[in-house]
């Protein structure tokens, strides 16, 4: 049991709002909470905070892609940000759980604890590896800081980073917040490859780990080449591929090149050193080889846009593998999860337990999607959840 404390502000729960993208990038989907789109739901947002809240301070909690940085341009995804803090009532603090499409925060902000901070101050780069999980609690957001308190003015509102998740306690339960994209899909699967080589970590932290370099890959470094290498392209390819378990042709290709390259697994205080590059560069040359030229992949991926049952079933998998949420699935304790990706809302009590999970759903309108049901989860100071539509 957790004896963690925090303020006992009121809580906003929201995912996936993909700031930056604007309709302006030949893609045609927008942000519902990017001002500069017409039919925008700011000022409804704003409004809605302010009646839940009743003017007190309050804590505005994102479960991931707050900023799209893999199909918008940073410099809107951060205009869209400072847009947003600047129409909406003043949060007491803000807690940014990374997804997968803002990872790239995450990265810079690994690099920035262990090595720019103590070079700044003087001090060696810190042992260890360069990404490491944050406390349950999250850590100071430090690079994204200063840029809020340009807007909210110094020191007003609080700004905390977390992944691969974030927990609090709020009266007797407890709160859990994972951005979703670790349990479903690719991930999941290469999680579950490499998992038994490394050593002495929890299932949470070796999917933040192992994925890292391929979340890169796919949502930073070939995204920025464009259509036909990134999650448009090949990599879109072997995201589709890999989910279809005996019928795959990347899965036994990625088990040989790990049999291969690390026979003897991996030590996690070295994985952000020579043995992961040689892992991704190895997979991605034999998988570029072995696979079709790039092209969009035929059907979609069955991360994004799995059914109800599947991602439900993935976060009760996630959520039992998980140590400390495993026993507050077998002792009944109350707890609140949060997550969503998926871009589909749900609210699902997991049977036999006293866990509540609600998937936020998605700002983010796409073509060929239906039109998204925007609001956001209210959680007041008793662990009392309502969800509270935004029109």
Known sequence: M?????????IVAISDPHLGQNGLDGLGQYSLLSTRVFN?????FAD??????????????????????????????FADLRELLVELPLPAELIYTIGNHDHH?????????????PLRDGALPISGGMYQVTPRDGENFAILQPFVDGICGRGRVKVTVAYPSYERTIGNKLLYVTHGHLFGGLYTDLSDLLAPRLMGLPHDHVAATVNHPLIELIYWQLGEAGEGLGADGLVEEIYTDIQKGKL????PIVERLVAQVLPHGVLWRVIGGLERRLVVDAVMAALAKELLSPSVAANASLDRHADLVSTRAGLSTWLRRTPFIRGRLETGDDTIVLYGHTHVRDDYQIPNTGVRSYNLGTWLVEPDHDFPSTGFLGIDEAGKADWIEVK
Request: aromatic share 8%.
């Open 2 to 10: 957790t004896t963690m404390t925090t303020t006992p502000n009121k």
């Open 40 to 44: 925008n739901r700011v000022s409804a």
């Open 48 to 77: 809605a905070i302010d009646v839940f809240a009743a003017k007190k301070p309050y804590t505005l909690l994102v479960a991931g892609d707050f900023l799209d940085l893999s199909i918008a341009f940073a410099e809107e995804a």
């Open 105 to 117: 925060l995450w990265s810079l902000h690994s690099e920035d604890k262990r090595l720019l901070a």
């Open 248 to 251: 795959s042709k990347v899965k």
